[in-house]
């Protein structure tokens, strides 16, 4: 009997998701995934955490009960400790296996695997054996599953750097179809800066990328950058973080302020999420400073309101356009 893994659709989902089902599917299990984010997800995270965590870990939290009301046999909750030598993720992330568990009561059959590459790959690869071996005892299997993973990630990176969004990509890794002539008609150029999951997610996030597509607007997120743009963005900082995600946010922010690449910046984040509150402040001094490009800053949380947010976005949409005008003129 072919065993189901869950995948939470939140937090590093749209970073990663391709590459998790391409292993789970290579080693013979059905991967299932949970719900768009909606209000009695939200509302169920919620219940079951803690006041001080962000939205994202709380919105995780429903997701995972969705999948539990799914009857899935497993569910796939990765404790990400680094993505890239050298660099950490948010706490967050390192314990949010133990921090579901001692959320949700009675919790089984989690798959809590460590996913860390600060000192390379040897470990995640002994790690992907480990998570397969529940699945079947070919080692063969689970490698050529493995390395097939890898390669469909880079594919799935890669489309992100032709200009894409995440859930773009995944529809386009799904069709293998693939249509530039999205990227022709715009008025206005953004760069979106937060991450995937403060972004990507409809619900949360208020449905800003579609709303800008809507108003005539190309959007640039750190995905869609090269990591030359944004090591050339963190070369501005006196010290590099060890922070991944909040590097390449601050990276991104950087490469947009010096070069003439964006007409404005969007950052959004999560309110209650250290880390973001370090960059986001950091990157609003900066553009304050130099006052060459408009940025604007939105915060996140379960109070609020669509109407607000969509009122500030289409007032930053017509600045722009104006100054445009008026440069023009």
């Known amino acids: 009997m072919v065993k189901t893994v869950g995948i939470p659709k939140a937090l590093l ?11 789970f599917e290579g080693v013979g299990a059905n991967v299932i995934v949970s719900q768009e984010t909606n209000k009695k997800i939200v509302d169920d995270g919620i219940k079951s955490c803690v006041d001080s965590a962000c939205l994202p870990v709380k919105t995780y939290l429903g997701h995972v009960i969705d999948l539990i009301e799914k009857k899935v046999d497993y569910i796939f909750i990765p404790r990400v400790v680094s993505v890239e030598p050298k660099k950490y993720l948010c706490s967050k992330f390192l314990g949010l296996p133990d ?3 001692s959320s949700i009561d009675n919790l089984q ?5 460590e996913i860390n590459l600060y000192n390379g790959e040897k470990a995640f690869k002994k790690e992907a054996i480990k998570i397969g071996n529940i699945f079947t005892y070919d080692n063969k299997k689970i490698l050529q599953s493995y390395y097939n993973a890898l390669n469909i ?10 200009g894409y969004t995440a859930t773009e990509a995944f529809k386009i890794l799904e069709t293998k179809k693939i249509n530039d002539k999205v990227f022709t008609n715009y008025d206005i150029k953004i760069g979106l800066l937060g991450h995937s999951y403060d972004i ?14 809507n108003m005539g607007v190309k959007i640039y997120t750190i995905e869609m950058l090269s990591e030359d743009q944004i090591y050339y963005g963190i070369s501005k900082l006196s010290k590099d973080m060890f922070w991944k995600y909040e590097r390449d946010i601050l990276g991104a922010g950087l490469f947009f302020l010096e070069n003439n690449y964006v007409d404005g910046v969007i950052s959004v984040a999560a309110f209650g999420c250290g880390p973001d509150s370090l960059t986001e402040d950091y990157l609003e001094r900066m553009y304050k400073r130099k006052k060459t490009i408009p940025f604007m800053q939105l915060t996140i949380d379960e109070h609020t309101g669509e ?11 017509d600045l722009l356009k104006y100054k445009k005008r008026k440069v023009v003129i």
């Not at 989902?13 to 292993?23: A, R, V």
């Not at 059959?109 to 695997?113: E, P, Q, R, T």
Request: aromatic fraction near 18%; charged fraction near 30%; proline fraction near 2%.
């Open 153 to 162: 990630q880079k594919e799935f990176e890669d489309i992100m750097k032709r």
């Open 109 to 113: 059959n989690i798959i809590d695997a």
């Open 13 to 23: 989902y749209y970073n990663f998701y391709p590459m998790w089902k391409t292993f």
């Open 200 to 213: 990507m997610d409809n619900y949360i996030s208020m449905g800003i990328v579609d709303r800008l597509k």
């Open 99 to 101: 921090f579901v568990k």
């Open 307 to 317: 109407a607000g947010i969509l009122t500030r976005i289409e007032a930053f949409i």
